[in-house]
């Protein structure tokens, strides 16, 4: 249902662009989410963006330097990173949530920062 693409290997400073497309009937509904995880340790919550693409929150780690956002009209949401930090390396993971739905998980796009 969900398929991530943009994962790259990037030198730190640079930027990079995730996508996340949702084959969902209803996709303006639902509140997406990225997260990443990286070998040993568990899935991190980088950024989300409610149904109504109002709200945006981020982590500590990832604020002023990530940006989560939508496109309706193409199923798809985005997270812009720049600055990239050899920390910023993982598996990043879209979720699509919405209330009394089944929780919807992308297969995951790998990130590389090099120092």
């Known amino acids: 249902q969900l398929v991530e693409s943009g994962g790259d290997l990037v030198q730190a400073g640079g930027t990079l662009t995730l996508s996340c497309y949702a084959s969902l009937s209803t996709f303006s509904n639902f509140a997406y989410s990225w997260y990443r995880q990286t070998p040993g340790q568990e899935r991190e919550l980088v950024a989300s963006?409610?149904?109504?693409?109002?709200?945006?929150t981020y982590s500590d780690s990832v604020k002023g330097r990530f940006t989560i956002s939508r496109d309706n009209s193409k199923n798809t949401v985005y997270l812009q990173m720049k600055d990239l930090k050899p920390e910023d390396t993982g598996v990043y993971y879209c979720?699509?949530?919405?209330?009394?739905?089944?929780?919807?998980w992308g297969q995951g796009t790998q990130v590389t920062v090099s120092s």
């Open positions: 979720k699509a949530a919405q209330m009394g739905r089944p929780v919807y």
């Open positions: 963006l409610s149904s109504g693409g109002r709200t945006t």
